[in-house]
C-alpha cells in the first residue's frame, strides 16, 4: 500500500487550498476509512479529519472544523482535503494516513506528506 | 480532551525506555503508539495497548493496567532514537487525540 500527498506550497492568510492524496496497492478502497494529520513544530501532531470507507460519514478536529473539508473519490483512490480561508497557523506537513479498516481503528500505513506554508 | 507525555526520555544502549500516556478516560480506550524519526511519517508500533504489527520487533512491548498506558523499548538501541506518540480515539467527541510526544535519546 502506497500514500501519495500533493498540493502543498506557500500560500497567503485567508487563500484556499486543496491537497490530495493517491493511494495504489490498496483494494477495494472503499472498504477502509482515511485520514488526514498536521504536523508543527508548536502543535505537535494533531488529527484533522477522517472519512469514512464509503464516504458517507466525516469527523473533523475542533480547530478545523467549518474551514476543511474531506472527502474521497473511491474511482480514482483519491482522498482530498480541501482548506478554506487558510491562517497562519495552518502552517504544518499534512500527512495522509489509511485507517485498519473503519474511522475508530488505528492509521497503520502513512504518506510521507505534503508541506504548507502559510505566510 | 488531553493525553500527557513526558517531553523527553534518555537511555543507555542496551537499557530499558520506558514511556508513559496519560489521560482521564485511557483505563477504558485503546492507546495506539507511533515512532516518528527525523523527516518520516509516524510508524506504528504498538495498537489495543499492547499488540504489535507485523514487523515490529519484540523489543517493543504496550502495557496498560488503568492510568498511565505504558511503552517500552527493550534492549535500547541508537536507531530507535525517535520521537514517541501515544493516541486514542474519544468516542465522546469523535475525535482523535495525540499526546504531546516523547523524545527518546540513547546515548
Known amino acids: 500500500v502506497q500514500l501519495v500527498e500533493s498540493g502543498g506550497g506557500l500560500l497567503r492568510p485567508g487563500g484556499s487550498l486543496r491537497l490530495s492524496c493517491a493511494v495504489s496497492?490498496?483494494?477495494?478502497?472503499?472498504?477502509?476509512?482515511m485520514t488526514w494529520v498536521r504536523q508543527s513544530p508548536v502543535k505537535g501532531l494533531q488529527w484533522v479529519a477522517s472519512?469514512?470507507?464509503?464516504?458517507?460519514?466525516?469527523y473533523y478536529g475542533d480547530s478545523v472544523r467549518g474551514r476543511f473539508v474531506i472527502s474521497r473519490d473511491n474511482v480514482k483512490n483519491i482522498v482530498s482535503l480541501q482548506i478554506d480561508n487558510l491562517r497562519v497557523d495552518d502552517t504544518a506537513v499534512y500527512f495522509c494516513?489509511?485507517?485498519?479498516?473503519?474511522?475508530?481503528?488505528?492509521?497503520?500505513?502513512w504518506g510521507q506528506g505534503t508541506l504548507v506554508t502559510v505566510s | 480532551y488531553v493525553l500527557t507525555q513526558p517531553p523527553s526520555v534518555s537511555v543507555s544502549p542496551g537499557e530499558t525506555a520506558r514511556f508513559t500516556c496519560g489521560g482521564d478516560?485511557?483505563?477504558?480506550?485503546?492507546v495506539h503508539w507511533y515512532q516518528q524519526k527525523p523527516g518520516q511519517a509516524p510508524l506504528l508500533v504498538i495498537f489495543?495497548?499492547?499488540d504489535r504489527p507485523s514487523g515490529i520487533p519484540e523489543r517493543f512491548s504496550g502495557y496498560k493496567s488503568g492510568n498511565p498506558a505504558i511503552l517500552t523499548v527493550a534492549r535500547a538501541e541508537v536507531g530507535d532514537e525517535a520521537d514517541y506518540f501515544c493516541?486514542?480515539?474519544?468516542?465522546?467527541?469523535?475525535?482523535?487525540?495525540f499526546g504531546g510526544g516523547t523524545r527518546l535519546t540513547v546515548l
Open positions: 493516541q486514542v480515539w474519544d468516542s465522546s467527541s469523535f475525535q482523535w487525540v
Open positions: 472519512v469514512s470507507g464509503r464516504g458517507t460519514s466525516s
Open positions: 496497492g490498496l483494494s477495494p478502497f472503499s472498504d477502509f476509512a
Open positions: 489495543d495497548d499492547s
Open positions: 494516513a489509511k485507517h485498519i479498516v473503519g474511522v475508530a481503528g488505528q492509521f497503520d500505513v
Open positions: 478516560n485511557i483505563a477504558v480506550q485503546s
